[in-house]
Structures are given as C-alpha cells and as structure tokens.
C-alpha cells in the first residue's frame, strides 16, 4: 500500500516562492507517474503538474507553467513543487497523487493514490 505525505504548505503573499514535499511509503516510484493536483473553495480539483519519473518527462497546466517546477528525488522517494511568482489564484489545498506503471495519464480518476494534502493560501 502506497503512503503519501505533503507537507510545506502555508501562507504567503503574492509574487513569493514555497515548494511543497510529498514523501512516498510502501513502494518506491522510480517507474511510476506522480502528479500535484489542487483544489480552491468551490471549485473541482485541477490537475497541476505531472512527471514520469522513469524519464523524467514533465507536463504542467497552463496556469502553472513558467512559475512551478515539479521535481523528484528518487533516493528520498519524494516529489517536489517549487511554486514562484505566487498569485492570490493559487491558493488551494494542494495534493500529491500516484498512479502506477509508465503510462502518462493525469486526469483526478487516473491516479490511484492521493495524500491528504496540504494548504496553501497566497494573500494579495
């Protein structure tokens, strides 16, 4: 059974920097496809950036793109989000996911397992 645990969010004001930390347990991801997602008050859950880790291929939504980097460190099994020029639009809980195998699906319903997240809220 695969764990996740985020951890790093908290308040900031917009135009800084956080990054957030998921640590894995149970398995180690190193073929697998790991992914942030976020969820604002109100609103769905929104995929955010997604990595192969066996390729380390990298996609991330429009949103995001150009001020978040996801990245992965295999020997801590942990996967990372640095978050800069932070906007008061950014603000949701944000949320590791994991599917399993190689394929690169990002979508909510693709991903088997999800932590419990953790939040972050950007003041203007």
């Known amino acids: 059974q695969v764990q996740l645990v985020e951890s790093g969010g908290r308040l900031v004001q917009a135009g800084d920097s956080l990054r957030l930390s998921c640590v894995a347990s149970?398995?180690?991801?190193?073929?697998?496809?790991m992914a942030w997602f976020r969820q604002a008050p109100g609103k769905e859950r929104e995929f955010v950036a997604v990595?192969?880790?066996?390729?380390?291929?990298?996609q991330y939504s429009d949103s995001v793109k150009g001020r978040f980097t996801i990245s992965r460190d295999n020997a801590r099994n942990a996967l990372y989000l640095q978050m800069n020029r932070l906007k008061p639009d950014d603000t949701a809980v944000y949320y590791c996911?994991?599917?399993?195998?190689?394929?690169?699906?990002?979508?909510?319903?693709?991903?088997?397992?999800w932590g419990k997240g953790t939040l972050v809220t950007v003041s203007s």
């Open positions: 996911a994991a599917r399993l195998g190689l394929t690169l699906k990002f979508t909510p319903g693709d991903m088997r397992y």
């Open positions: 149970g398995r180690a991801m190193n073929n697998d496809v």
């Open positions: 990595i192969q880790v066996i390729s380390d291929t990298k």
